[in-house]
């Protein structure tokens, strides 16, 4: 994983926001929760579903999951994955 505040994080971090950027200039919102509902499932679909390179070609949750059956005491909860894309469709306002 890439450090905070380097290169690599902040060019991750541009990219995730030059797609939510890209999905705000083409997409109509009827709503606020519309908005709220594209936003909630583009961030599932990117953590579960979207390998990364940075990642060594695996998801953000598949990583965290993996380090945290190594790391046990860190955490509180069982990290789990999401179920499948099909399981909760979307479909924004036209």
Do not use: C
């Amino acid at each position: 994983m890439s450090r905070t505040r380097r290169y690599l994080s902040n060019g991750m971090v541009e990219l995730f926001n030059g797609r939510i950027r890209e999905i705000l200039r083409t997409t109509h919102f009827d709503t606020g929760a519309d908005l709220d509902a594209m936003l909630w499932h583009y961030r599932r679909l990117y953590n579960h579903h979207v390998p990364q390179g940075t990642q060594h070609h695996r998801t953000p949750m598949s990583r965290l999951k993996h380090w945290s059956d190594s790391h046990l005491d860190s955490f509180r909860k069982k990290v789990h994955d999401q179920p499948a894309l099909n399981s909760y469709p979307f479909s924004p306002s036209t």
